[in-house]
């Protein structure tokens, strides 16, 4: 596993997707010494969207394996999902929230900044130019 291979942005993501996973296991909602764990509810929606986000993340940036450059569908897909968990963060908030909510919250909106920067990069990126002496068969 070599994270140098991951630009700042997508380190911000994967940081992110760590918490939001822990998160889903932390009491999302306490009342007078009660609680109830992400995990009995939607966390079990965020957890499953955090496990998809790493192993896209890991998958299109080469994290194992040799390097690659993540394609526009995979980022689009991983700022889906980040919007969904922040979502799901703030649909959930109330009065009575715990630690594990605030930290989905949280970590949704960093997600959701972490890839819209990585998206934003890639179409700041122009395409590589052909090497000099090898035809291009447009």
Known sequence: MN??????????SAVAILVVFIAAFLPWVSIMGFGALGI??????????????AGILAATTGLFGEPRTPGKASQIVLLVLAVLVALIGLLDMNGAAAIGLYLTLLAGVAWVV?????????KETPPAAPAAGTVDEA
């Not at 939607?42 to 969207?49: A, P, Q, S």
């Not at 972490?114 to 890639?122: C, E, H, N």
């Open 114 to 122: 972490g890839a819209a920067w990585q998206l934003s990069l890639a």
């Open 40 to 53: 009995e509810g939607d966390g079990v929606i965020t957890l499953v969207m955090a496990g998809a986000g």
């Open 3 to 12: 994270l140098e291979r991951l630009s700042t942005p997508q380190r911000i």
